[in-house]
């Protein structure tokens, strides 16, 4: 099987990109099969499949995992090839920061920004839409896929390609689980098998909450926080809100989100569901 190109640079993005529509899936390595899934979806949108393969210093503060970040490239590369990846963009931090780390001009996340994942991480989402709309001038794609267990992100990135008039439709793609139900992420690997245990609490938080969806928003949350044993996991938040991260309606679709670390890492998870209306 013929590998995709690898481009390291704007020059040889470039010529490997072509004329073609392209369909992209940015990521930071550590592929697992959720970002399979995502190369899989973005495979038919696009007729130059693209995936980026870029761990972005701006999108973690200082003391966060930089780092170590898990860097695997030949198995990300294998892994591209197999879910029929055209071109491989992995920029060194120069060619994605010509300037050195001190953009003057990067893109402010807005209040959705500081809510959640932002409340815990002031700068994360910033290094986010600013990269991800570099990436978009570089790769210039017609489509770009990005997974739902990142649901904030997700919401922030489509709201700067609308509000921005990037000219990308920005699609999203459910979360691929474990057996166990946890949603798998590239942190995931940092877990030690007794963590990895308690962590699966998490996404039965969230299966509970959808079971008692009936019983409006406070059932929900009680049925969800019922699950979650403090001594075990240490809760960040645990919220419900509407698809676009406002107030919940009873009787409308919602999404109810956490955030929790168990040992090293901080997990994230979300799921839809739609409200009764509390009799
Ligand atoms: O979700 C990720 O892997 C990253 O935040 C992204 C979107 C590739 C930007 O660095």
Do not use: W
């Not at 898990?70 to 990846?85: I, K, S």
């Not at 700068?123 to 770009?144: E, I, M, N, Q, S």
């Not at 690997?189 to 990895?196: F, T």
């Amino acid at each position: 099987m013929a590998g995709p190109i690898v481009a390291r640079t704007r020059a040889e993005l470039v010529a490997a990109r072509g004329a073609s529509s392209v369909s992209f899936v940015p990521t930071m390595g550590a592929l697992h099969d959720g970002h399979v899934q995502l190369l899989k979806h973005a495979r038919p949108l696009g007729e130059t499949l693209v995936a980026s393969i870029f761990v972005n210093p701006t999108q973690f503060a200082p003391g966060e995992d930089y780092d170590d970040y898990p860097r695997t490239f030949d198995t990300d590369l294998e892994r591209c090839a197999e879910a029929g990846v055209d071109v491989v963009f992995a920029p060194t931090v120069p060619v994605m920061y010509p300037s050195g780390l001190v953009d003057t001009v990067t893109v402010d996340p807005g209040p959705l920004g500081a809510i959640l994942e932002g409340a815990s991480r002031p700068t994360h989402f910033r290094g986010v839409l600013t990269v991800v709309a570099k990436l978009f001038g570089l790769v210039r794609p017609d489509v770009a896929v990005f997974g739902e267990k990142d649901f904030q992100q997700l919401t922030l990135i489509r709201q700067m390609a609308r509000e921005l008039a990037l000219g990308v439709d920005v699609v999203g793609c459910p979360t691929v689980r474990e057996a166990d139900g946890l949603a798998m992420s590239s942190r995931n690997r940092y877990l030690s098998a007794d963590e990895r245990a308690t962590a699966a609490a998490i996404s039965a938080a969230l299966r509970a909450g959808v079971a008692a969806a009936a019983g409006g928003p406070d059932a929900v949350l009680a049925a969800a926080h019922a699950v979650i044993d403090p001594a075990d996991v240490d809760l960040d938040y645990l919220v419900l809100t509407d698809p676009e991260l406002g107030p919940a309606v009873p009787g409308a679709d919602a999404r109810l989100l956490v955030a929790a670390r168990v040992g090293r890492p901080r997990l994230l998870d979300n799921i839809g569901l739609t409200l009764g209306r509390p009799s």
